[in-house]
């Protein structure tokens, strides 16, 4: 069956850097592109970045362009979120999730999340 | 920026039927949109009910289902049960690649 398991995910200083790692099994992950989203303690859901299935195409929310960096590594079955200069508005929990398919595609599996906390 | 509009609220008596909808606060709603809906419990991750407007994700009972009314999507839950109780998102796809996520509807059943 489809996993995901994020981690990387703990506490950092304003203005700091973080790496996400998700793992992902169960399922062909080079023929699937992937989301990052997050979700701010008592909040909603906010779609994040999106990789397609080689990693070609790249897209990323306003809030978070240019302090994130999506990727993907095919043969390790990994997705990586490197995010820099955080803000304390970035703490929130961090899930990746599947796409459908291969291009654009709404998420049909999710992680369980990974709890990002910026505070001084 | 696009806003994706969902009801903040909304309750259900057990046995009922609800319709939650899902909007663009500027322009319709259409298939093209990719709509989608998530359900999520207070601690959970979400989990996919449907997608790509009326598809039902693996193992997701036919008590939910998913259309475009006018011009908004629409997730409409029939025979409700006492733990369908759970905050429902929509998300759209809105060009570019980019995807917005509605804010949420609060669903009671009561």
């Not at chain 1, 999710?110 to 505070?119: C, D, F, I, K, M």
């Not at chain 2, 289902?65 to 929509?90: H, P, R």
Request: proline share 4%; aromatic share 12%; glycine share 14%.
């Amino acid at each position: 069956q489809v996993q995901l398991v994020e981690s990387g995910g703990g506490v950092v200083q304003p203005g700091g850097s973080l790496r996400l790692s998700c793992e992902a099994s169960g399922f062909t992950f080079s023929g699937y592109a992937m989301h990052w989203v997050r979700q701010a303690p008592g909040k909603g859901l906010e779609w994040v970045t999106f990789i397609w299935y080689d990693g070609g195409n790249k897209y990323y929310a306003d809030s978070m362009r240019g302090r994130v960096a999506i990727s993907k590594d095919n043969s390790k079955t990994m997705l990586y979120l490197q995010m820099s200069r955080l803000r304390v508005e970035d703490t929130a929990v961090y899930y990746c999730g599947r796409g459908i398919g291969a291009g654009n595609s709404p998420i049909d599996h999710w992680g369980q999340g990974t709890l990002v906390t910026v505070s001084s | 920026q696009t806003v994706v509009t969902q009801e903040p609220s909304f309750s259900v008596s057990p046995g009922g039927t609800v319709t939650l909808t899902c909007a663009l606060r500027s322009g319709s709603v259409s298939p093209s949109h990719y709509p989608s809906w998530y359900r999520q419990t207070p601690g959970q991750a979400p989990r996919t009910l449907i997608y790509n407007t009326n598809t039902r994700s693996f193992g997701v009972p036919d008590r939910f289902s998913g259309s475009v009314l006018g011009n908004k999507a629409a997730l409409t839950i029939t025979g409700a049960q006492a733990d369908d109780e759970s905050d429902y998102y929509c998300v759209l796809y809105v060009g570019s690649g980019i995807w917005v996520f509605g804010g949420g509807t609060r669903l009671t059943v009561l």
